[in-house]
C-alpha cells in the first residue's frame, strides 16, 4: 500500500489535532441548550453530520433535505436543508457550501456553512478530516405568541435576533462498503445576553455513526448502521438503521430512534445520479393533538464536472 500525501506535513498534523480535540470534548460537562436540527436521511447524505464527507466519492452532489416534525401540530418544527460539495480536481481536497433554515415554534435558525475536507488514500480505505466554518441567525418573532400580559418585561427587551459565527472538525474513514465518522459539526457553543440574562442557545453535539454494506445474493444487499449522539449534560441518543438494497435500485429501512420513535425510509436510485428518498417516523406515545406524524423528503444529484469524477454506484 502506498500512501498519498502532496506537498506538506499539513494533513497529518491536523489529524492529530482535530483527533486530540474530539476526544477531549467527550470530557466536558455543561448545562442544557438547544438540539441541532433532527434528520434521518443522514443515511444517504452523511455530510449532514460530518463535513469530513465532503468529496468522499470523488463526484459534485447536491442535495435538497425537508423535514416536517409532528404534522398537524401549530408551530412544530420545521427544517430544509440544502448542500453541495466535490472532490477538487486532481488534488485530495474536497470543497463544500451548506445551507440551512430550522423553525419552531416563535424561533427560526438560518445557519450557512463552508466546508474543506483531505484525504489520505490507504489502498482500499481513505480516511479524510474536515473542517467546517459559518454562521449562525437566531430570529424570534414574539408576535406569534398568545400573552396574557402585552407588557411582559421579558419580551421587551428588542433583542429579537442575533448572529454568531462558528466551526467543526471531523474524519470520516470508508471503503468501497463500510464507513465510519466522528464529528463536532458546530464546536463552539452560543451564548447571548438578552437584555436581562445571560444564556446559553446552543451547546455542541458529538457524532459518532457508522454502517457496513453485505451482500447477501446477486440482487440484494443489507445495510446495517448505527448513530450515536453525544450533547453536554443530557442523555445519549442513539439510531439503530437496517436498510435493504434491491436489485441495486431501491432502498427500503428501518430506524429505531432513541427508545421513542420509529421510522420506515425509502430511496429510490433513478440512476447512477438521482436519487429521490422519503421517510415517515412515528414516536411509540402519541401527541393526542392530532399528531400526523413526522415527513422526510430528500432529493439528491451527482454531477461529474472535473476530469477524474466517476458517477458510480455508491451506497452510503
Not at 65 to 86: K, V
Request: charged share 15%; hydrophobic share 40%.
Amino acid at each position: 500500500m502506498k500512501m498519498q500525501i502532496t506537498t506538506s506535513l499539513l494533513a497529518p498534523i491536523c489529524i492529530v489535532v482535530l483527533s486530540g480535540m474530539l476526544l477531549s470534548l467527550f470530557f466536558i460537562s455543561t448545562a442544557r441548550a438547544q438540539n441541532d436540527p433532527l434528520y434521518n436521511q443522514y443515511q444517504f447524505n452523511q455530510l449532514v453530520i460530518n463535513p469530513a464527507y465532503a468529496g468522499v466519492h470523488d463526484r459534485m452532489t447536491a442535495t435538497l433535505i425537508t423535514r416536517l416534525q409532528l404534522l398537524g401540530i401549530e408551530g412544530a418544527p420545521l427544517s430544509n436543508n440544502a448542500s453541495i460539495h466535490t472532490s477538487w480536481g486532481r488534488t485530495n481536497m474536497g470543497v463544500g457550501l451548506m445551507g440551512l433554515n430550522d423553525r419552531l415554534g416563535i424561533n427560526e435558525n438560518t445557519e450557512v456553512n463552508g466546508i474543506y475536507s483531505y484525504r489520505l488514500d490507504f489502498g482500499n480505505t481513505q480516511l479524510q478530516f474536515g473542517l467546517q466554518v459559518g454562521a449562525i441567525n437566531f430570529r424570534y418573532d414574539y408576535n406569534k405568541l398568545t400573552l396574557e400580559y402585552l407588557d411582559d418585561p421579558n419580551l421587551q427587551t428588542g433583542n429579537d435576533q442575533f448572529t454568531k459565527p462558528n466551526f467543526g472538525s471531523c474524519l470520516f474513514y470508508s471503503g468501497k462498503s463500510f464507513f465510519i465518522g466522528v464529528s463536532i459539526p458546530r464546536m463552539l457553543n452560543v451564548k447571548i445576553n438578552d437584555g436581562l440574562i445571560n444564556s446559553v442557545r446552543y451547546r455542541r453535539h458529538i457524532y459518532v455513526s457508522g454502517g457496513v454494506v453485505w451482500p447477501l445474493s446477486e440482487l440484494i444487499k443489507i445495510k446495517p448502521s448505527a448513530l450515536l449522539k453525544v450533547v453536554d449534560s443530557k442523555p445519549l441518543s442513539y439510531d439503530l438503521n437496517l436498510h435493504v438494497l434491491f436489485a441495486e435500485t431501491l432502498w427500503v429501512g428501518v430506524t429505531y430512534r432513541d427508545q421513542n420513535s420509529m421510522g420506515l425510509n425509502t430511496q429510490l436510485e433513478v440512476s447512477d445520479r438521482v436519487r429521490v428518498g422519503y421517510c415517515f417516523e412515528y414516536p411509540f406515545e402519541p401527541l393526542n393533538t392530532g399528531n400526523l406524524g413526522t415527513h422526510e423528503l430528500m432529493v439528491s444529484i451527482d454531477f461529474t464536472p472535473f476530469r477524474k469524477q466517476l458517477a458510480t454506484r455508491r451506497y452510503f
